[in-house]
């Protein structure tokens, strides 16, 4: 199985500032059929369902605010939150799915400094 | 806005059985792939079972493989998961999620996903 690694555990930034979260993949998550990154972000605030964000490492779900970005791609990846809002404060789980079964990132849990 | 409700979650002891249900609010349902998803108390995220929208196609992880049976029934909008000889380690969140990229059979990424429905195994 594909491990998914993320760092930090916990993260404090103040309001304003960057969030910047960190997933690390043990093997290459790029299909070279379509050269995409198969991996997806998802926040989950205190007792909620987790929340699409963003897939194809890069792509903004439907409703998703533009401060919220991804980048990386083969085993490294980024979730950046340019201007932190008190509402963005949550879990943040990466998942691969580019092998079965799909698994996710621990989870990085985001707090207002 | 499509929805989801799951339901059937319980208290069970070792070893014994619950069936949960997925119903979806709108057709979109008879074309998804979908997924259970759990998350034990405080924990991370676990992928546990896929099913194509015409059920030729099922992925199980190998915590439940054996155990737990997923099904579904499209004239009701409706997604299940048998669970049988239940662990203590099966207590979670148990979280119904559609599937966005249901062309390709197996699991993608998911959205929306339902509220859960808490499963609890303890003697």
């Known amino acids: 199985d594909i491990v998914m690694t993320q760092s930090p555990d916990s993260l404090a930034v103040s309001l304003g500032e960057r969030a910047t979260i960190n997933c690390k993949s043990s093997?290459?998550?790029?299909?070279?059929?379509?050269?995409?990154?198969?991996l997806a972000w998802y926040q989950q605030k205190p007792g909620q369902p987790p929340k699409l964000l963003i897939y194809?490492?890069?792509t903004r779900d439907s409703g998703v605010p533009e401060r919220f970005s991804g980048s990386g791609s083969g085993t490294d990846f980024t979730l950046t939150i340019s201007s932190l809002q008190a509402e963005d404060v949550a879990l943040y789980f990466c998942?691969?799915?580019?092998?079965?079964?799909?698994?996710f990132g621990g989870g990085t849990k985001l707090e207002i400094k | 806005e499509v929805q989801l409700v799951e339901s059937g979650g319980a208290l069970v002891q070792p070893g014994g059985s619950l069936r949960l249900s997925c119903v979806v609010s709108?057709?979109?349902?008879?074309?998804?792939?979908m997924n259970w998803v759990r998350q034990a108390p405080g924990k991370g995220l676990e992928w546990i079972s896929f099913?194509?929208?015409?059920?030729?196609?099922?992925y199980y992880a190998d915590s439940v493989k054996g155990r737990f049976t997923i099904s579904r029934d499209n004239a009701k909008n409706s997604l299940y998961l048998q669970m049988n000889d239940l662990r203590d380690d099966d207590t979670a969140v148990y979280y119904c999620?559609?599937?966005?990229?249901?062309?390709?059979?197996?699991?993608?990424?998911?959205?929306?996903w339902g509220q859960g429905t808490l499963v609890t195994v303890s003697s």
């Open positions: 099913i194509t929208s015409g059920s030729s196609t099922m």
């Open positions: 999620a559609r599937d966005c990229n249901s062309p390709r059979p197996r699991p993608n990424w998911f959205g929306p």
């Open positions: 194809w490492a890069s």
């Open positions: 998942q691969q799915y580019h092998d079965t079964p799909t698994t």
């Open positions: 093997q290459s998550v790029l299909y070279s059929f379509n050269n995409k990154n198969h």
């Open positions: 709108d057709n979109s349902f008879r074309t998804s792939s």
